[in-house]
Structures are given as C-alpha cells and as structure tokens.
C-alpha cells in the first residue's frame, strides 16, 4: 500500500502542469470572493461585521479543496485503468483493499498538502485585512477538521470515480464537482436563503459538516461579541441561517455530530471503493 501511495505521488507532482492546475484550482474560489462577493459586501457591510464575512467566507472555502483536489489526483487511477495498469496489479499477491487503500492515501495526501496551503494563504489575507491571528489552538482545531475533510472526501472521490468508465466521464464529473462545491460549503450564499429540500441536501453532504466546524471554530465568540447581552435564540437563528450551525428537526447538531459525520463517512466511502473499484476489469 505504502510503495503504491509513494508510486501515485511520484507521478502526480512529477507533472508540474497538474500541480499548477491544482493550485489554480484551490485558489480560484478565493480569488473569486476576493474581485466579486467581497466587492459587493463592502457596499453595505463596515468594520467587525465586515470582518466576520470576511471569516465566514474564507471557512467555507478552505473545504472546496479538501474534495476537489483528491477528486483531481484520481487521474492516476484513471489513467493507470486506461492502459490497462489495474490489470498486472490484479496480478499481484497484493489484497485488492491494499491496492485500493494506496490510491485513497495518495488522493488524501493531495488534499492535505493543498488544503493546507489554502488555509495558509487564507490567513495571510485576513492578517492584511485587519482580523488579525487567531489562537494556536483554533489552528490546531481547524487542522483537524482538515484531515477529517480531506479522508471523507478521498473515500467519496475514490467511490464516485470507481463508477466511471472512461476519462471523459472522469473529466465532465470533475467539473461538476467543483461547482457543486461552492453551494455545499455555502460560498456563495447562506445556506438559510434556500429552499428546504436544499438544506436537506447539503445537510447530508460530509462537506457541509467540515465548513459549519470550522465557522464554529473561528466565528463561535465573534458572534456573541458583535451583540452583547442579546438572548441565545437570536444567536442560535443566525448561526442557523449562516450555516455555522446546522439544525436537524429542532435539534441544532453538536460539534461531536459533525465529526462522526466526517469520520464514518470516510470510511464507508472507502468500504464501498473496495468492490466498486475492484470490479472493473479492462477488455
């Protein structure tokens, strides 16, 4: 598994173009909340309320790559398919859940090194932009909700490709992915400002969870400093409604939910890679 998840890395980074296409990728939602969506919150929005778009905006986004750029490093899978590689690994005496296991490793350590890039230059900006460091333990919690993000979503990545048969296929699924992003992690609107069905979607969306921790985690005093003295509910319906945090009947989730959400998710998802990805046979 190991040898196979240094194989995989090898190759991904060796291409200097998908490397760059990657890191393009990672920062183009927060270039584009940077020209767009701030431009057209600084018309209405002033000092801390500013500020605490500002982080809002930036949690949802530092997820995006926690999905995609796993989703991005399956090429290797695909390719690998594609010349008939899967075959003489088949041929091996190693344990199809192995071969499996080193592609999710692969695309999981992917996610890591770019998500993590993106947190960082995320907090450059808010450092320029007068928010200001937060507490080395927020980083640490935040850097966990991380690779908690990035191992649900490799195992969701590695189980949607394993149902693909061709590259175009790959390439078109990709596209949607990133899209669909933006909405899930609620970049470019609140999730109280869609419909119910909507909410429910994104609700059940790993992702989702990953975002709403870490607006609990940058923006949970914040909230209750912009207020003071105001009564819970009226925190508790705006959290609500910004999606920091998630109301399920007339329950609002605790953060253990959304951390089991992560965790079991990851490993279902690779569960089901195993056979999903261990059926395809190239003719």
Known sequence: MKQLMKRNLLLYFRDRVSVFFSLLAVMITFILYIVVFRNLYSNSLYGDIFNVVDVWAVCGIVVVPTVTTPLGSLWIWVDDRKNKLYQDFYA?????????GGYMLS??????????????????????????????????????????????GAGLTLFLVGLFSSS?????FSLVIGTLMGFVCGNYTPIGMLPDAAQTFIKLCPAAHSAALLRQIFLGEAMYDMVPGAPQDFFDINMIYLGIKFEWGSEIMAPWVHIAMLAVSGVIFYALAIP?????RIK
């Open 107 to 152: 695309s999981f350590t992917v996610g890591l090194i770019m998500s993590t890039i993106l947190l960082v230059v995320t907090q450059i900006f808010l450092v320029i932009t007068g928010v200001g460091l937060f507490s080395w333990q927020q980083y640490l919690q935040a850097f966990i909700v991380i690779i908690l993000s990035t191992f649900s």
């Open 92 to 100: 091996s005496p190693v344990k199809r859940w192995k071969l499996t």
């Open 276 to 280: 999903v990805c261990s059926r395809k």
């Open 168 to 172: 175009s296929a790959f390439s078109g």
